[in-house]
């Protein structure tokens, strides 16, 4: 059989794709998609919203395509939605970025992460994440032939307040080196739901200062926060701006993860870096998307529907949270984005894995193991041993019926 080469097999061995026996095997994501199709259980594996944005959006986009805006947009991406960013990040957060030269748009956030890495970093350097940390992460370290350092979020149990996932301070020092040359962070954090404090990102700040490393956020679910919890930009941090390349999309703030309309802001010359990189992935991105996306970022019908998505999610989240520990499972609530993390120790599984095979049978239910998001041996992966990552992106009523089968593990 033909062996594929090239740096395929480093991309698969920090994705789990390869077993430590060097075989091959599909991703637990894709496993457990197939098990809730083959059963018919519910599936809160995948984080995609089951209804659409705003119908606004919709035909700013068909408006678009009929008047004729089909051909490469330019490669820095179109001069409405670079103005939008730019709007957006001032109205926001009082940041205060170029059009013309701070702004990238890019191919969603995945995108944009990887053309990052790409530019910044390369064999000898750590990139270093949180952990968990989204998967896409370990691949394009792994593809820029860098080396993956983590520093581990904790569920620090309650204590006055609810439990939460909070970064170690001790172990995100020691995981800072010489050698750091990016700091990747994700706040709001998926898998755990964590919202990163001011004094956390300040501890960050500071570390990378002083080990003279650029941060690269990824705020893609920026505006998906609950309880009256404040999404702070890294970039807002005092002596940051110059250091920090802030990531965001349109996919999980206005409900089109299909889209992949994502961007970038930051100093001109970092800037510059990723748009070479980009042009040579994808070239440009979404011409027609382009200003749909403008238009649902500068719209205040829009903005409202944001704000309505934000307070219904955290009513779901509630659901299916409580749904879960009348079920059995400890709950971290989290504090924004579409996850949750519930460990399954209480229930007798000391495997989240080994849970969420058998979660289909035993409550018509599918979740995917935290260890999904984690480097096997850490120590994030030992404490998330037996916690499952659930999402409550859904309609309620299917959370409704999620809620009603996993009552099943509690009789
Ligand atoms: C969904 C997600 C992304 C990907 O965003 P796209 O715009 O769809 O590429 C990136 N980071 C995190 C943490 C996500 O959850």
Known sequence: MTQPHGRWSEVARAVGLLGPDGTARPTIFAEMSALAARTGAVNLGQGFPDVDGPASVVEAAVAAMRSGRNQYPPGAGTPELRRAVVDH???????????????????????????????????????????????????????????????????????????????????????????????????????????????????????????????????????????????????????????????????????????????????????????????????????????????????????????DLATSLAARRDLLCDGLEAAGFTVTRPAGTYFVVADGAPLGFEDGADLCRRLPELAGVVGVPVRAFTRPGSAADDALASAVRFTFVKREDVLHDAVDRLARLAS
Not at 124 to 153: C, K, M, N, Q, R
Not at 289 to 296: G, N, S
């Open 89 to 307: 990040q001032r109205r926001h957060y009082g940041l205060d970025v170029d059009p013309d030269r701070e702004v990238l748009v890019t191919t969603g956030a995945t995108e944009a992460l990887a053309a990052t890495v790409l530019a910044l970093a390369g064999p000898g350097e750590e990139v270093l994440t949180l952990e968990p940390f989204y998967d896409s992460y370990a691949a394009v370290i792994a593809l820029a032939g860098a080396t993956h350092t983590t520093a581990p979020l904790v569920r620090v149990p309650a204590r006055g307040s609810a439990p939460a996932f909070r970064l170690d301070e001790a172990a995100l020092r020691a995981a800072f080196s010489p050698r750091t040359r990016l700091v990747l962070l994700n706040t709001p954090h998926n898998p755990t739901g964590a919202v990163l404090s001011r004094t956390e990102l300040g501890l960050v700040a500071r570390l990378a200062r002083e080990h003279d490393a650029l941060v690269v956020t990824d705020e893609v679910y920026e505006h998906l926060v609950f309880d009256g919890a404040e999404h702070v930009p890294v970039a807002t941090l005092p002596g940051m701006a110059d250091r920090t390349l802030t990531i965001s999309s349109a996919g999980k703030t206005f409900s089109f993860t299909g889209w992949k309309i994502g961007w970038l802001t930051g100093p001109a010359p970092l800037v510059d870096a990723v748009r070479a990189v980009k042009q040579f992935l994808t070239y440009v991105s979404g011409a027609p998307f382009q200003p749909a996306i403008a238009h649902a970022l500068t719209d205040d019908a829009v903005a409202a529907w944001v704000r």
